[in-house]
């Protein structure tokens, strides 16, 4: 749960290693690798990492939809922060997937996501299914759906809603423990964070044509601020156009607590934008946060 120092040998022994590099063929050169600081020195400087948060939030959710938004900025992270301002390698869109590192996050990506099914299973809610982007759902993705491929179980789930069972897809895990806790477990640990009130940060994000950081601080009317957060955005110039139709959930009740500030204060939220070459970024590309209070299970409050 905490952050880690660095890369594993798995993937940085250079002899006989297959997970060390590929080669980019159509760029003529091999994939590259820059880890930034803040992989491995949590931002935050909490008593747990900056991914065990964001995960841990992420498998709170008892919606697809919201899963997916809070999901996906925790695994955006590895993609910005190990590939850093490097110009072939996992935080570039163009060329993410060539850096045999891309198999195993994504590989690891799936079992999470296997966990959180797991969970909606435990507790009797839906775990199979969204609602939300039904129509890109339906839509074939290639290379899956090309007749150029040859796996015929591939091609029968190329689309998004045939993904979601991955037992059709011939394959299981040998169990689906997060952090040493079973899902009876880790539901009571999720619902145990869940006791407290929270104040969150939310942002409605959307595509910005590159990848690049969004940090922010939050001020006090004194102009006392304090970090409040921060995350990762991945694009590039050849990527579809998108923007998420809900928000993603940043907690900041550690940093207001330290201005001695709750949700109803009146302060600011001061948001940076920096892209992975460090170039600062006009923050007009991303709405304004808002800010969200979630009281704790079983607690009323009056405002």
């Known amino acids: 749960t905490t952050a ?4 594993p040998a798995l993937v940085t022994d250079e002899k006989n290693n297959p997970f060390h590099h590929s080669y980019i063929d159509v760029a003529g050169t091999i994939t590259t690798r820059s880890p930034r600081p803040q992989l491995f020195d949590d931002p935050e400087h909490g008593d747990e990492s900056f991914f065990y948060r964001q995960i841990a939030l992420a498998l709170e959710q008892r919606d697809f939809c919201d899963f997916e938004i809070q999901f996906e900025m925790g ?3 590895i993609h910005s922060w190990v590939g850093g301002p490097s110009p072939y390698g996992m935080s570039t869109l163009h060329y993410t997937s060539y850096d045999p590192l891309f198999y195993l996050h ?3 990506t799936d079992r999470i996501w296997a966990i959180w099914q797991a969970l909606q299973k435990y507790r009797g809610l839906p775990y199979n299914s969204a609602n939300c982007e039904i129509n890109k759902l339906k839509k074939p993705m ?4 090309s007749d150029d491929n040859h796996n015929e179980v591939t091609k029968a789930h190329s689309t998004g809603i045939k993904s979601f069972d991955y037992h059709e ?3 299981e895990y040998d169990n689906l423990n997060f952090h040493g806790m079973t899902i009876p477990q880790l ?4 619902n145990k964070i869940q006791e407290k009130d929270r104040v969150f940060a939310g942002f409605l994000l959307r595509a910005i044509g590159q990848s690049a950081d969004v940090n922010f601080d939050i001020c006090r009317k004194d102009g006392e601020c304090h970090f409040g957060g921060t995350f990762c955005v991945l694009g590039g110039q050849h990527e579809m ?3 998420f139709d809900r928000l993603f959930l940043y907690d900041i009740t550690k940093a207001l607590n330290k201005l001695h500030l709750d949700a109803y204060d009146d302060f600011l939220i001061n948001v940076s934008i920096v892209n992975i070459e460090g170039v600062k970024l006009p923050s007009s590309l991303l709405p304004r946060p808002t800010i969200m209070f979630k009281p704790g299970k079983g607690t009323q409050h009056h405002h």
């Open 4 to 7: 880690f120092s660095s890369l």
């Open 75 to 77: 695994h955006n992270a």
């Open 106 to 108: 994504h590989s690891n």
């Open 142 to 145: 290639m290379p899956f759906s």
């Open 169 to 171: 897809l011939n394959y």
């Open 187 to 190: 539901e009571v640990h999720l």
């Open 241 to 243: 156009a998108w923007a």
